[in-house]
């Protein structure tokens, strides 16, 4: 247990729905950072979070992904109307941002079934 | 950020060393390589970074070749649940800290 906890583990949901899903970094940690993995390849990095602000989006966070960190605290990332190909595990990792070390901390994910 | 090869999959005898290489030829002065391992159905854990210098902890050790162009991560005593896919990657300490996850090796540790 890293600490890192994310809501649901799975979620099946027919294409055109809306999705949304929770993540609780670890306490202290004022970096936050979503991730998408596909089968078979790394995580990709979506966006994240320093504190309550988000700082960057990757270009595969189209207009139907929304982010938000509204206290700093625990995150939520929705997808609006869901297609087969958002399909995949999505990850949250936490940190403490240091200038001279990363070490970030990821939950066990959200694995996303679009039929 | 630099780019990183590594070999698709590697198998090592259980209470062996497990070497892992990871070449990382176009990287830049200010680069770190990084070592995360991703364990089936579990989220990435970091491993161990360095800069030029060979470091260890309780995890691993890792070799930096002097023209930094390529490293080597060592497992000492591999065991049954190092079997996971280990990702080599070079970043900057800036103000991103996005991890760029490349293909990684797949670890089988095998009895």
């Known amino acids: 247990d890293t600490g890192v906890s994310q809501d649901p583990r799975h979620k099946i949901t027919k294409r055109g729905q809306n999705v949304t899903f929770r993540c609780d970094p670890i306490?202290?940690?004022?970096?936050l950072y979503w991730y998408r993995q596909t089968l078979g390849q790394g995580p990709e990095f979506l966006t994240y979070?320093?504190?309550?602000?988000?700082?960057?989006k990757s270009r595969l966070l189209s207009d139907r992904f929304s982010a938000e960190r509204p206290k700093g605290s625990f995150s939520t990332l929705e997808i609006q109307r869901t297609e087969q190909g958002d399909s995949a595990m999505y990850l949250c990792?936490?940190?403490?941002?240091?200038?001279?070390?990363?070490?970030?901390?990821f939950g066990l994910g959200t694995r996303l079934t679009v039929l | 950020d630099a780019k990183t090869t590594q070999p698709p999959s590697m198998d090592c005898a259980e209470g062996r060393a497990a070497n892992l290489p990871c070449n990382h030829s176009?990287?830049?002065?200010?680069?770190?390589v990084y070592w995360y391992r991703q364990i089936h159905s579990q989220g990435p854990q970091y491993i161990i970074h360095g800069l030029k210098n060979n470091e260890t902890n309780e995890m691993a050790s890792l070799i930096i070749t002097e023209d930094r162009k390529s490293s080597t991560l060592i497992l000492p005593h591999a065991t049954l649940r190092d079997t996971a896919v280990y990702y080599c990657i070079v970043m900057a300490n800036n103000a991103g800290n996005m991890l760029t996850f490349g293909g990684g090796t797949r670890l089988m540790v095998k009895p």
């Open positions: 979070f320093q504190n309550e602000a988000q700082l960057e």
């Open positions: 176009t990287i830049s002065g200010n680069e770190y």
């Open positions: 306490s202290e940690h004022n970096r």
């Open positions: 990792a936490s940190e403490i941002f240091r200038t001279s070390y990363n070490e970030q901390f």
